[in-house]
């Protein structure tokens, strides 16, 4: 694994979609999902709205990383709330 | 009665398939992302540099311009490479030997390597020795794509119409031929145009291969490297340097391992964002249907 030249803050992150893929598979089985309409202008399900908080995500903190000089930790928090809301009423 | 069973082994049969893309894509992209936040020399000599490198990638003016041609050139080859497909398979013979000798000719530009399709372009556009520079200069244009960036982008997108309109062409007659004969009775019939014809049956039939086609064309489109690569090798100045070849420039040709990554996770995240807005967009318009 020394090849892969591991960091603790990639680990983490890697870490942490893992979880994510595994608690939302393991919600999908408990309680399938069905298509709904939100706030967002297109029916999704649970796993499109994961998918689109995600890149959304990703995009939040480039735009952080090339607009501000404020701390990448303050992106992460905000992409949290933004990805909760996305998956209660998006 | 018989009631169904279910059960789990399905899974295991995808398990190759899962194995096969952890270790040709997953591994890979985990470690591009390793090395996005590291100054790296070497797996035992990097130093933990955060978001520095995506911050010098983002504002970096080389990847902002590569982007613009990248998507202008995408948007050009998918403006000519759709409709001409779709007319080349619609001229095409449908039965007989004819429709076989069509196939096959049609076919072979697919079937030629991307460095070897660079080569005979770069062969065919010299004015020396190259059939069509030579009838460029018969018609009396001054046309040298070595060293006019107008040249080098025509023959760019000649090369990729070339190459690629046979994969659109050969989609949309599938999408034709599976298209039920009672559908041109009824036409008949009605006494329905020509224009009609393909308004109203044939292309709401292929709109399910045209999706495909589009997604494929867009995708290897945006990822362009050989090709390009081969005939002009960028230029004139760095008028054909598409987003790949200024990641492989960063990569391999300064060995900046961690802005190159830096710059292929962008490069990534913009190719996904514009997939999914396209495979979006059109299923909700097959869904408003």
Known sequence: MAWMSWTLPTALFFIGIGVILVGMTTWQILSPCVERRGFLPLATTRGDRLFIGLLSSAFIHLAFVALTDVNIAVATVLCAFWMLILMRWG | ?289
């Open chain 2, 1 to 289: 009665m018989q009631t169904k069973v279910e059960n789990n082994k399905a899974w295991f049969l995808v398990m190759p398939v899962f194995l096969i893309v952890a270790f040709s894509a997953i591994i890979p992209l985990m470690t591009v992302v390793n090395y996005s936040v590291q100054d790296i020399f070497d797996p035992q000599t990097r130093y933990f540099v955060g978001t520095e490198w995506f911050k010098q990638v983002i504002l970096d003016s080389r990847l902002h311009e590569a982007l613009l041609r990248q998507f202008i050139y995408s948007l050009t080859i998918l403006t000519i490479e759709v409709p001409l497909g779709i007319c080349v398979a619609l001229m095409m013979p449908t039965k007989g030997r004819g429709a076989s000798i069509a196939l096959i000719l049609v076919a072979i530009p697919l079937l030629i390597p991307w460095n070897v399709v660079g080569t005979i372009w770069q062969i065919f556009g010299r004015a020396d020795i190259g059939l069509f520079g030579a009838f460029m200069s018969y018609i009396g244009v001054d046309y040298n794509y070595a060293s006019n960036p107008t040249d080098a982008w025509l023959t760019v997108v000649l090369m990729d119409v070339w190459h690629w309109t046979p994969l659109v062409a050969l989609l949309c007659y599938s999408g034709l031929r599976a298209i039920p004969e009672v559908y041109y009775q009824a036409a008949r019939i009605d006494r329905a145009s020509r224009w009609a014809v393909f308004r109203y049956i044939q292309l709401p039939k292929l709109t399910n291969v045209l999706i495909i086609g589009v997604l494929l064309r867009f995708m290897d489109s945006f990822m362009i490297y050989t090709e390009p690569f081969v005939l002009t090798g960028g230029g004139p100045g760095s008028s054909t340097t598409f987003l790949s070849q200024a990641l492989v420039q960063q990569a391999i040709g300064q060995f900046d391992l961690g802005p190159a990554a830096a710059f292929s996770l962008v490069y990534f995240l913009i190719i996904l964002l514009v997939c999914w807005v396209f495979y979006t967009t059109i299923m909700n318009m097959q869904k408003d249907k």
